[in-house]
């Protein structure tokens, strides 16, 4: 069974940066995919950067040039540097790791970390 921790959350003023982990625990199998979400009070759930095993990582616009995904394949552990941090990108921040094997998807999710960004 995966199991995945977070954490790097905290209280940050606009234009700092944190790093966010996401550790997993568990065997892990390819092709997976780890995606990060975040989600503000009153907003949907929304993804934020995804990194296919063996592909390009991919962000939504809001954060492209500023969020970036990566990944310590000796550790399993997944991260989200996030810099020049905006009041916008408030939320609680979740990474999801998605698995396929056998012709099946198996989803796995962190507890979440909140990110605060405020002067």
């Known amino acids: 069974q995966v199991q995945l921790v977070e954490s790097g959350g905290g209280f940050v003023q606009p234009g700092e940066s944190l790093r966010l982990s996401c550790a997993a625990s568990?065997?892990?199998?390819?092709?997976?995919?780890m995606n990060w979400y975040r989600q503000a009070p009153g907003k949907q759930r929304e993804l934020v950067a995804a990194?296919?095993?063996?592909?390009?990582?991919t962000y939504v616009d809001s954060v492209k040039g500023r969020f970036t995904i990566s990944r310590d394949n000796a550790n399993d552990i997944w991260y989200l540097q996030m810099n020049s941090l905006k009041p916008e990108d408030t939320a609680v921040y979740l990474c999801?790791?998605?698995?396929?094997?056998?012709?099946?998807?198996?989803?796995?999710w962190g507890q979440g970390t909140q990110v605060t960004v405020s002067s």
């Open positions: 999801n790791l998605v698995v396929s094997r056998r012709g099946r998807l198996a989803t796995y």
């Open positions: 568990g065997v892990i199998f390819a092709p997976n995919t």
């Open positions: 990194m296919p095993s063996g592909e390009t990582p």
